[in-house]
């Protein structure tokens, strides 16, 4: 496991101004992302996930953002040093392409498919139109749409959302990215359009070994897809490891909080004593991030925490844990 | 499905067709057969989930009921009374034992009302009650859905989604009703939320005796919450039953492709998700014969002419398709 990561994000802090002053929305000490492999982020609403994704491609707003310290580095190459004008020669949409939610946000509704492939294509390699066109129908194969040259000559608003992530998949692959970044890519689909795309982009990463750092709020999804995950609370990873320690011996109180409120069946009620912790209301301004709804508070938590190891690859950020020892909840 | 006393509710042959205007005269060209003759029936005290992808009729199914938009052809039977027979004042007596909860709280909501008026509208409008009797009554509600009684000075941005969907869930309640639609009740909250809200329903249904429709594109929280599902494609019912028995063994090869189709925690590779093929069809033109044919499966030649029929294939389960039977 000493392969240098092919993104390693460290001591990442970003702040947001507002009227009521600076409020830190990400603080991520340490996420690494091997080359090849499918990442996953679990997160509910509003923990930072979009922040996080925009970061990476220096996308985010500034101000109001404010990147307050830490590294992003591709292939060991802080990203966060380049200029806007490098990401842009160099990175966005060329070695990391991102989809987004809404697939209407990355496409121009006044152009075909086919002329905004093609564009795409031409000023990326060195082809002319007629090898362009032939490579966007490639790709728009590679991505399962039927029909491929008819899809070309199509609107984005005469597909249908899930043909619409797939068009944006097929315009990432066409100018050779390398890394994916998905973030809820289906969370406007429906579950049978859904399961396609996940399928997409699982098939991507074995197949033509593209990375991915897929993003969710639905573990089920990030379960199905990726082999190593973090979790993000209020804008930290509180725990990471592969996706199968975390989702089948969650070790922080919030994972095990997150995965125990998911519904079953009708069988198997959610014991809500064990679930819903009351927000008791006493904020602390340091220590841990999960402490006003921590049904396992204690005093040593009011103190700064940090990501331990306690098993493989397997972290989390939480005073009940010491190096190597894994408690089973 | 006979008629039984117990029923609170009894839907016979439903259908909602909307028209689709086009010319210069405006004039009718084809119809959206969003509703297209379903028949059900829910007992007093039961919840219903039902489910189906996007477009299916779930909600247009529900507002009929409701007689919120206009009935295209067939019958509803609410405790005993056929709704669309009714008179206006009959009606409305009537609908104040039926509310809705929407998706998102913050919508169904109005922002610039103080949650005490927002509470208070149905008992001020539909009840007739006085400003005094309703304050109270108001602050009794919230305290039921575990607000506390200064809320009700408060307007709705001043609380969570979660916190919001219990004030919508207490304004449902004001009346007494015996029938509460739950449309996508929690999709715009956390899990965390749902959780209590879930939990909530379930307290609440128990404590007043009440009956469920539930609407939900999470089929955990349908498996959940339902005692009977009823799933939905193209307007139509294809698969009714105990929820229990329809989780662990769906036989209708929509239902099965549609769970098949959802990831959870438990599944640790892709492979257990099933894809089905194409898109939903148009419901202006549905497809000849069983509406599923163009994406099933184990479709045989009879699924192209012949429409199925919703027949029992066991004592507690109703299916439509050829290849079911009892
Ligand atoms: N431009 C902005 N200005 C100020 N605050 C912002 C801005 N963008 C995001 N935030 C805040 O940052 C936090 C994280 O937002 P973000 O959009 O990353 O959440 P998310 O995890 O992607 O949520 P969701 O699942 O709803 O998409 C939120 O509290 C949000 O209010
Ligand atoms: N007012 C309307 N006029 C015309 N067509 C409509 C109208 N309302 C709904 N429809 C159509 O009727 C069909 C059923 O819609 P409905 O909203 O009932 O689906 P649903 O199952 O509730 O979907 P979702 O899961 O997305 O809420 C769809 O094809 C929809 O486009
Ligand atoms: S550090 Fe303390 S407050 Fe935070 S999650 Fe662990 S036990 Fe709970
Ligand atoms: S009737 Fe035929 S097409 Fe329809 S679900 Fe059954 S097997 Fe499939
Ligand atoms: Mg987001
Ligand atoms: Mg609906």
């Known amino acids: ?329 | 499905m006979n008629n039984n006393t117990n029923n609170i509710l009894e839907i016979k042959n439903l259908k909602k067709y909307f028209p689709i205007k086009s010319g210069f005269f405006s004039k009718v060209s084809s119809y959206v057969k969003a509703v297209d003759g379903v028949s059900i029936d829910i007992e007093k005290g039961e919840v219903l989930g039902l489910v189906g992808e996007s477009g299916c009729g779930k909600t247009t199914l529900v507002n009929t009921v409701l007689n919120l938009i206009e009935p295209t052809e067939g019958e509803v039977i609410f405790d005993g009374k056929e709704m669309f027979s009714l008179n206006k004042k009959d009606l409305r007596d009537i609908r104040k034992y039926i509310q809705i909860v929407f998706q998102d709280p913050f919508w169904s909501l109005n922002p610039r009302m103080l949650v005490k008026d927002i509470i208070g509208e149905p008992l001020d409008v539909q009840a007739g009650m006085s400003s005094l009797e309703i304050v109270p009554k108001v602050e009794e509600l919230l305290e039921m859905v575990g607000l506390s009684k200064e809320g009700a000075y408060k307007y709705p941005h001043e609380f969570s989604g979660g916190q919001r969907q219990r004030i919508a869930i207490a304004r449902a309640l004001a009346l007494m009703p015996k029938l509460v639609v739950l449309d996508e009740p929690t999709s715009s909250i956390d899990v965390l939320s749902q959780a209590q809200i879930l939990d909530l329903l379930g307290k609440l249904k128990e404590k007043f005796d009440l009956t469920y429709i539930l609407i939900s594109h999470d089929l955990s929280v349908v498996s959940y919450m339902s005692d009977k599902i009823a799933v939905m494609y193209l307007g139509k019912i294809v698969e009714y039953g105990d929820s229990r028995k329809i989780f662990e063994d769906p036989k209708h090869p929509y239902t099965q492709a549609l769970f098949a189709a959802i990831p959870d925690v438990d599944t640790e590779n892709i492979e257990d998700i099933i894809t089905l093929e194409g898109n939903v069809p148009s419901a202006i033109n549905p497809p000849q014969g069983c509406r599923f044919h163009t994406r099933c499966p184990k479709a045989i030649d009879i699924c192209f002419k012949q429409e199925p029929k919703l027949i029992n294939i066991d004592d507690e389960r109703l299916t439509a398709c050829h290849i079911l039977k009892s």
């Open chain 1, 1 to 329: 496991m000493s392969e240098k990561p092919y993104l390693h994000i460290k001591n990442l802090k970003i702040n947001f101004k507002s009227f009521e002053g600076e409020k830190t929305i990400i603080n991520i000490d340490e996420i690494k992302i091997n080359k090849g492999e499918a990442y996953g982020i679990i997160g509910e609403s509003g923990t930072g996930k979009t922040v996080l994704a925009l970061s990476i491609l220096q996308l985010l707003e500034m101000p109001p953002g404010k990147i307050v310290n830490g590294q992003i580095l591709l292939e060991g190459e802080d990203l966060l040093k380049k200029t806007q004008k490098q990401m842009q020669r160099e990175i966005r949409g060329k070695k990391i392409s991102m989809i987004f939610q809404d697939p209407m946000s990355t496409l121009n509704p006044v152009f075909t498919v086919g002329e905004q492939m093609i564009k795409v294509i031409i000023e990326n390699q060195k082809l002319n139109k007629k090898e362009a066109y032939r490579k966007a129908v490639e790709m728009i194969n590679i991505v399962k749409l039927p029909d491929a040259e008819r899809v070309m000559d199509k609107y984005p608003h005469e597909l249908s959302g899930g043909q619409r992530q797939r068009v944006i998949i097929a315009l990432a692959l066409s100018c050779g990215a390398e890394f994916i970044i998905a973030d809820e890519p289906t969370r406007n689909l429906d579950v049978t359009i859904q399961a396609g795309i996940l399928k997409l982009i699982k098939e991507l990463q074995r197949n033509l070994k593209v990375t991915v750092l897929f993003i969710a709020n639905n573990p089920g999804l990030i379960s199905a897809t990726c082999d190593n995950a973090g979790v993000l609370y209020k804008g930290e990873i509180i725990e990471k490891g592969t996706t199968k320690e975390i989702l089948k011996n969650p070790q922080h109180p919030y994972t095990f909080t997150l995965l125990n409120a998911i519904p079953k069946n009708k069988d198997t009620k959610i014991d809500l004593s064990k679930v819903i912790p009351p927000n008791d209301g006493e904020e602390i301004k340091e220590g841990c991030i999960y402490y006003n709804r921590c049904l396992k508070k204690q005093e040593n938590c009011k103190k700064e925490q940090k990501l331990i190891n306690v098993k493989d690859t397997h972290y989390v950020k939480c005073s009940l844990y010491k190096e190597g020892v894994n408690n089973e909840q």
